[in-house]
């Protein structure tokens, strides 16, 4: 398809999709029964952990921040930049902390919907032209 440079068949979509899902389960988990994140700001010593969320974060981000600027539709565009959105809020949560960032416990799931949606209607698209080939 002309409009996609990443997503260009329904396999792809699909896989995308599957990931999406995965992550908006994680990250619907994390809203509602994980603890209180405090950030790396606290004067108590930041766990190892932490600091491995928080650089899984800045590489997941990075490589969708990547895949964005490099996608070439606009529905392509729109998915990338919300998994995007989405990652680097986890990663300003995870260094800001709730207090400091408490919209971040909700943004993530809100972008990870909306990239859903987005992921599904991409996926019926190559769906409809497989279709529409037979």
Known sequence: MGGFAIL???????????HTVVFLLIATWQMLAAPLVRGIRTPATVPTGIWLLCGIYLLVASVLLWLFTISRGWMEKIYFGLCAVSAASGLLRTLAGDPGFPAGRYLRVVMLTSALIVGLMITRMHSELVESRS
């Open 8 to 18: 260009t068949n329904r396999r792809r979509a699909i896989i995308a999709l599957a």
